[in-house]
């Protein structure tokens, strides 16, 4: 069974910063994109950011300026560097491989409230 293991979520207030973390196994970090996702309940899981296996990024436009995803070849892992924080950014954010959602980490949970 493939994991892939997040950390970094908490609360923060407005305007703060987090960084999420996520190890994966190293033949499904060289062979799949890399990505978050995350859910608020009662609605669709969202695509907040991909890193492609060229170094090419992709991110949902309500995180545009403020998220930046990378990796870290030699740990296997990704993160996600999420800066000036939104109530609205409030979510289980899920570590993905595969563009197709191929795989998802269990999710960490992501607060920003004052």
């Known amino acids: 069974q493939v994991q892939l293991v997040e950390s970094g979520g908490g609360s923060v207030q407005p305007g703060g910063s987090l960084r999420l973390s996520c190890v994966a196994p190293k033949n499904i970090f060289t062979t799949y994109a890399m990505g978050w996702r995350r859910q608020v309940p009662g609605k669709e899981r969202e695509e907040v950011a991909v890193l492609f296996g060229s170094g090419a990024t992709k991110y949902a436009d309500s995180v545009k300026g403020r998220f930046t995803i990378s990796r870290d070849v030699d740990k296997n892992t990704i993160y996600l560097q999420m800066d000036n924080l939104k109530p609205e950014d409030t979510a289980t954010y899920f570590c993905?491989?595969?563009?197709?959602?191929?795989?998802w980490g269990p999710g960490t949970q992501v607060t920003v409230s004052s």
């Open positions: 993905v491989a595969g563009l197709r959602g191929s795989y």
